[in-house]
């Protein structure tokens, strides 16, 4: 399973990130360039502890989630929790600044700390979110053409 924190998936992420344009061409769903910059920053922010989301009622237990969204193929059009659902516009160039931001912070934290957020399903480890975040983000920007 491929890691954020791997230098070759960050670096590809990265690139493909810094590709984007705001006339990048969506494949499917129903979010803006700008919307989806801003979605994947609030996912990168709650792993990082800025952004706060309400743990989701999930009729499963949580080993079976994890491996659920960890491990199998994501359907366009899966499940969002609310602050992650993306309806105003945002500035394309400060959500593609910020995306890069993030990522950077993000990789500079240790995977081993105990102390990393919890997810809108649970609490997960800094290897699960690095996880969580290279898959993530590689739905994403499939979803625009990268």
Not at 23 to 40: A, E, F, T, V, Y
Request: hydrophobic share 40%.
């Amino acid at each position: 399973m491929p890691l954020l924190h791997d230098p070759a998936v960050c670096n590809s992420i990265r690139s493909r990130v810094t590709q984007l344009t705001p006339s990048s061409s969506r494949r499917w769903g129903k979010m803006s360039i700008d919307q989806m910059l801003w979605h994947c920053n609030q996912v990168l922010g709650t792993a990082l502890g800025d952004v706060s989301v309400e743990l989701q009622p999930i009729p499963f237990p949580l080993p079976v989630i994890k491996f659920l969204v960890l491990s199998m193929p994501w359907p366009r059009g899966a499940f969002t929790a609310p602050e992650y659902q993306a309806v105003d516009q945002h500035v394309f160039e400060a959500e593609k600044a910020k995306c890069l931001e993030l990522i950077d912070r993000f990789i500079q934290r240790d995977m081993g700390r105990a102390d990393w957020p919890r997810a809108a399903f649970g609490q997960i480890s800094g290897r699960d979110w690095s996880r969580l975040q290279a898959k993530h983000l590689n739905h994403h920007l499939k979803q625009f053409s990268t």
